[in-house]
Nanobody, 123 residues
Framework: QVQLVESGGGLVQAGGSLRLSCAAS????????MSWFRQAPGEEREFVAA????????YYPDSVKGRFTISRDNAKNTVYLQMNSLQPEDTAVYYC????????????????WGQGTQVSVSS
């Protein structure tokens, strides 16, 4: 059974940084794509970043490119999301997700989800 456990959310001022972690267990993830999504109240779930576990290829939407960095630690089976230059519009619940196979940015293409961690950015 795949388990994804996020941590690292919190409250930060605009311009600040946070690092989210996603500890994955229950499977060998070498053929998986790991992603971060976020969802603000009343909004749709939005793709934030993805990484291919096999070759480390990364993917970002324009809204976070240059500010967010996704990475993985194979030994710890953990994926990270380093978020810099945070803005109030980045406020949301952030979710870690996994799918077996290549990168896709639609949330419905992911089979496994963490419980989410709140990120709040004050102005």
């Amino acid at each position: 059974q795949v388990q994804l456990v996020e941590s690292g959310g919190g409250l930060v001022q605009a311009g600040g940084s946070l690092r989210l972690s996603c500890a994955a267990s229950g499977r060998t993830f070498s053929t998986y794509t790991m992603s971060w999504f976020r969802q603000a109240p009343g909004e749709e779930r939005e793709f934030v970043a993805a990484i291919s576990w096999s070759d480390g290829a990364t993917y970002y939407p324009d809204s976070v490119k240059g500010r967010f960095t996704i990475s993985r630690d194979n030994a710890k089976n953990t994926v990270y999301l380093q978020m810099n230059s945070l803005q109030p519009e980045d406020t949301a619940v952030y979710y870690c997700a996994a799918r077996q196979g290549p990168y896709r940015n639609g949330w419905s293409r992911y089979d496994y989800w963490g419980q989410g961690t709140q990120v709040s950015v004050s102005s």
